[in-house]
Structures are given as structure tokens and as C-alpha cells.
């Protein structure tokens, strides 16, 4: 996560990047809530839009591993075709999560 | 000042385009949306000049967002995924946004917008305005000077031009609305003409291109009046 390459990327001050980081942490959290309670549901439409929701948040940090997992998750919860393959996926997505949050908001203390 | 609407939900774009529009001149945002049924309930559509409109929503997609639209606005079409730039096309939106936004490329996009509405001021100064319709399913210009009559009919409403005529779902009061009112006028409740068409006016009749328009008797003397027939 390069936290000087997204300010130069929105064009910001540290207060704002700061702001934008504490969002996406708090719509990273919520969407993995989402999917939890729609695949539980096997919802997949549901999962479907929520891994959309959550790529756009992600991709501005450039999070590759968890971009190239949410777009996995996004094509086999619309196609259907690979339902325990998509669950492996989502729980991995789960683990992800948990590993990047903690970084996301280190960076963001560290802004003043 | 270009007043503009956002709909997406997407909180944390909404967010930064907002801090995007503030350190832009001219360009406000009125209203933020986080689905298109809200939007389509609340936006007073007189009061702004463009939308950024997401696509993939839930409930209601960007595009049938549009598509419910009597008149579809200026809009600037922001998705996550590029495969709708042909839809962008198809509507004619302003610009196609494909998130995430860099600062450097939304400036560029406002620069666009800014551009689209200057030609739209010099095409209302010199006369050469267009309206879009939307006819056998896809947005069509037409330029105001090429058209001679619009006709309600039971469920639609033809414009007639000089060499074609076109059906749309428009009510025809939100087609007088689109057309500049001192070259339109309504003679019939199911008549709006221009007026520098019209070639013959006998009695409460006027011929335009070879047809006959009844003129109604709430009408006439307005009619006579804006023509300075004595």
C-alpha cells in the first residue's frame, strides 16, 4: 500500500487522504458483513454486487491480491458455475480482510 | 454556475468526487444519491444541468435509471468496469469515468464538461439548438429549426420535420418545454407548431408543409397576435 502514491493519485492533503482511508475501512468492514450474510443466504446475486462494491474501494489502494480475489468472487457469483470454489474464495476474501485493515489503518495514523 | 446531481453507491467515490468538485469554479453539486429510485423521487430536474451517474446499482441500474426518464439529462457515466463505454456512447453522455478517478483525469472530465456547455451556450446565442428524443429505442437530435409540428396522439407524440417525422413517449408538454418559447407556439391541445412554418392561416385553420393544423378558439387570438395578422 503506497499511502504518498494515493495522495499524489487524488491530489490531496493529509487530512482528507486520512478521511478517505477511515472511509474505505469502515465500507471494507461493512461489505465483508454483506457477503458473509449472503453467502451464508447462498445469495449470490447479493455477493455478486457487494465484491463489485467493495473492488471500487480497494483498487484505489491497489491491493492486487484482493482485487484479483473480489473480481474471482464477482464472475463465478454471477455465472454460478463453481459454488464450492466460490466459497473457498469468499473465505479467503474473509482472511484477507482481516490482514489488510489493520495495515489500512496503521497508514492512516501515521497521517497526521 | 453548473449546478450537478451525483448517484452512486458508492460512498467513498461520492466522496471524493465531491472534494474533487469543490476545488473546481463553476460547477456545484446540488444533490448526492446512494440509489436511482431516490434520485428519481427527489432530483428537481429543472434545478440542475448534468448528473454523475453510476451504472451498477442495486435495484435499479444507472441505464434504467435513464431509460424511466422522460428527458435525459447531460450526464457523465462513472463505473468500475469499462464495458459500458458503448452504453456511455449510446446516451451521449459528456464523459465516461472509469473508476478508480485520478485527480489529473477528473480534471480533464471537468474541463469536458465545462466544454459541453459553452458549445450548448453558443448554439442557444446563434440559434442552432437541438433537442434529443428518444425514438425506437435510441436518443436522437434534432435540430429545433428543422421542426415544423409536434402532434399528441393517444400514447405517444410525433414530430414532424421536413422530410421525416418521429414517434416518441414524451408527453407533449415536456416537448414544448425542450423547444425555445418564442418560435413554438400550442394552437390545439394536440398541436405545438413553429410558428415561422406556418405558410397559410385561414380562420382558425393553419396549413404548414402542405397540412392542415385546427387552431382552438383559446388560441386564436395569440396566434394572430404573435403572427401580427390584423
Known amino acids: 500500500m503506497d499511502i504518498l502514491g494515493l495522495k499524489e493519485y487524488l491530489h490531496c492533503d493529509d487530512a482528507f487522504l486520512k478521511s478517505i482511508n477511515q472511509k474505505i475501512v469502515e465500507e471494507v468492514k461493512k461489505i465483508k458483513k454483506n457477503i458473509e450474510k449472503a453467502a451464508t443466504e447462498e445469495n449470490w446475486q447479493t455477493v455478486k454486487l457487494n465484491a463489485h462494491k467493495m473492488l471500487s474501494s480497494v483498487k484505489i489502494f491497489e491491493m492486487n491480491e484482493l482485487v484479483s480475489l473480489l473480481e474471482k468472487i464477482e464472475i463465478n457469483a454471477n455465472s454460478k458455475n463453481n459454488i464450492p470454489g466460490l466459497k473457498k474464495d469468499i473465505e479467503n476474501l474473509y482472511i484477507q480482510v482481516e490482514k489488510v485493515i489493520p495495515e489500512m489503518q496503521l497508514a492512516s495514523e501515521k497521517l497526521q | 454556475m453548473l449546478k450537478c446531481a451525483i448517484i452512486d453507491d458508492d460512498p467513498l467515490f461520492t466522496k471524493i468526487l465531491e472534494q474533487y468538485l469543490s476545488e473546481v469554479d463553476n460547477i ?192 386564436i387570438n395569440e396566434l394572430y397576435e404573435r403572427l401580427k395578422i390584423k
Open chain 2, 28 to 219: 456545484e453539486v446540488v444533490g448526492t444519491y446512494d440509489n436511482p429510485s431516490t434520485a428519481l423521487n427527489k432530483i428537481n430536474f429543472h434545478e440542475i444541468d448534468f448528473l454523475y451517474l453510476d451504472v451498477e446499482m442495486p435495484g435499479m441500474t444507472g441505464l434504467e435509471f435513464l431509460n424511466s426518464l422522460s428527458v435525459v439529462p447531460p450526464i457523465v457515466i462513472v463505473s468500475g468496469e469499462k464495458a459500458y463505454g458503448a452504453d456511455a456512447f449510446e446516451y451521449n453522455a459528456i464523459d465516461y469515468l472509469h473508476k478508480p478517478i485520478s485527480h489529473a483525469r477528473f480534471l480533464k472530465s471537468a474541463g469536458k464538461v465545462k466544454a459541453y456547455f459553452e458549445k450548448v451556450k453558443v448554439a442557444d446565442i446563434t440559434g442552432q439548438q437541438n433537442i434529443f428524443i428518444k425514438h425506437d429505442g435510441m436518443h436522437i437530435r434534432l435540430a429545433v429549426d428543422d421542426i415544423f409540428t409536434v402532434r399528441a396522439n393517444d400514447n405517444d407524440v410525433t414530430i414532424a420535420t421536413n422530410g421525416k417525422s418521429y414517434k416518441t413517449h414524451l408527453r407533449l408538454k415536456d416537448i414544448y418545454d425542450m423547444l425555445p418559447q418564442n418560435d413554438f407556439m400550442q394552437v390545439h391541445r394536440s398541436f405545438i407548431v413553429q410558428l415561422s412554418k406556418i405558410d397559410k392561416v385561414d380562420g382558425e385553420v393553419i396549413e404548414i408543409n402542405s397540412r392542415t393544423i385546427p387552431v382552438s378558439r383559446t388560441y
